[in-house]
């Protein structure tokens, strides 16, 4: 499996495939790759011929020092397990910090329409912003055809669309499944950080969102709401940080259920020093 850490080595290379007339998915990744990630490079192989796995923690979208730096950084298991879904069709790009920033490790400022107030965007400043410098650099790079994200950052998925669609960069953005460990808890490269303790606990947040979801039925968004920060308030281990109940297509919280809408219930919890997202489709 070929591994590109220049961006100009990986431009060149991508220009004679393309010259070939091959169809190019890309899957970004921070690395510390899981079976949710395999999931989204499987569903990429199956549309294109060449998929490229970034695998790069980007300081910008962290405004936590300390998760960066203890954020997994497994490049060689990374590579080792990309090769038992392809060995031939998938291109790693991991670059370093200074490849993609060039000595100026700063964020480009977005508007994506009031998407990146909302859940996330009030508790992680910049970090949407980091999220589009990123991925307009990698688009710009790569010039992927087809790009894949899952949907557990639900929020990112709806600002990469939205990013794409405002700066008018050729490539489509396609959401996929949250993958699930067998408990329920949604797969993330944080879930090997938790302590024995937490990620015990930590299958508690799916199952708040499905019976979340099936209160969502009969009650209000505000009643659904205070249900669930009673369920967190006296919980020994996991501490709610905020739980919504949101048009999928603003992000915004619902006031009053509209029959022609879809929503979606968003939470994010601490376990421990650890953070935990996750999101539900109501309807
Ligand atoms: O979802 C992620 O892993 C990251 O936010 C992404 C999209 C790779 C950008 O760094």
């Given at each position: 499996m070929k591994v590109y850490t220049e961006k100009n080595k990986i431009i060149d290379a991508i220009a004679e495939l393309k010259s070939q007339k091959l169809s190019i998915g890309m899957v970004p990744t921070m690395g510390a790759l899981h079976q949710g990630h395999l999931q989204l490079v499987i569903k990429a192989l199956e549309d294109n011929e060449v998929v490229v796995v970034s695998v790069f923690v980007n300081?910008?979208?962290?405004?936590?020092k300390d998760d960066l730096e203890k954020y997994p950084r497994t490049l060689d298991d990374d590579v080792e397990l990309l090769k038992t879904v392809s060995k031939d069709a998938i291109i790693v790009y991991a670059p370093s910090v200074d490849d993609i920033?060039?000595?100026?490790t700063v964020s480009e400022t977005f508007d994506f329409d009031g998407l990146e107030f909302e859940m996330e965007g009030r508790f992680r400043h910049g970090h949407f912003d980091g999220v589009g410098t990123i991925v307009k650099r990698f688009f710009d790079i790569v010039k992927p055809h087809n790009a894949y994200f899952g949907e557990k950052d639900f929020q990112q998925l709806q600002i990469i669309k939205k990013l794409v669609e405002k700066q008018h960069i050729p490539v489509n953005v396609i959401g996929c499944k949250i993958h699930r460990e067998t408990s329920g808890l949604a797969m993330s490269?944080?879930?090997?950080?938790?302590k024995p303790e937490h990620k015990l606990a930590a299958p508690f947040i799916y199952k708040i969102l499905k019976t979340a979801k099936t209160h969502f039925g009969t009650k209000s968004a505000n009643k659904v709401t205070e249900w669930v920060e009673n369920q967190f308030?006296?919980?020994?281990?996991l501490e709610l940080e905020y739980f919504s109940i949101a048009?999928?297509?603003?992000?915004k919280p619902v006031k009053r259920k509209s029959n022609n809408k879809t929503y979606r219930a968003f939470i994010a919890v601490y376990a421990g020093d650890i953070r935990l997202i996750d999101n539900i489709a109501l309807n």
């Amino acid at each position: 499996m070929k591994v590109y850490t220049e961006k100009n080595k990986i431009i060149d290379a991508i220009a004679e495939l393309k010259s070939q007339k091959l169809s190019i998915g890309m899957v970004p990744t921070m690395g510390a790759l899981h079976q949710g990630h395999l999931q989204l490079v499987i569903k990429a192989l199956e549309d294109n011929e060449v998929v490229v796995v970034s695998v790069f923690v980007n300081p910008t979208q962290f405004d936590n020092k300390d998760d960066l730096e203890k954020y997994p950084r497994t490049l060689d298991d990374d590579v080792e397990l990309l090769k038992t879904v392809s060995k031939d069709a998938i291109i790693v790009y991991a670059p370093s910090v200074d490849d993609i920033y060039e000595g100026n490790t700063v964020s480009e400022t977005f508007d994506f329409d009031g998407l990146e107030f909302e859940m996330e965007g009030r508790f992680r400043h910049g970090h949407f912003d980091g999220v589009g410098t990123i991925v307009k650099r990698f688009f710009d790079i790569v010039k992927p055809h087809n790009a894949y994200f899952g949907e557990k950052d639900f929020q990112q998925l709806q600002i990469i669309k939205k990013l794409v669609e405002k700066q008018h960069i050729p490539v489509n953005v396609i959401g996929c499944k949250i993958h699930r460990e067998t408990s329920g808890l949604a797969m993330s490269s944080r879930n090997t950080r938790l302590k024995p303790e937490h990620k015990l606990a930590a299958p508690f947040i799916y199952k708040i969102l499905k019976t979340a979801k099936t209160h969502f039925g009969t009650k209000s968004a505000n009643k659904v709401t205070e249900w669930v920060e009673n369920q967190f308030k006296n919980h020994d281990v996991l501490e709610l940080e905020y739980f919504s109940i949101a048009d999928t297509g603003t992000l915004k919280p619902v006031k009053r259920k509209s029959n022609n809408k879809t929503y979606r219930a968003f939470i994010a919890v601490y376990a421990g020093d650890i953070r935990l997202i996750d999101n539900i489709a109501l309807n």
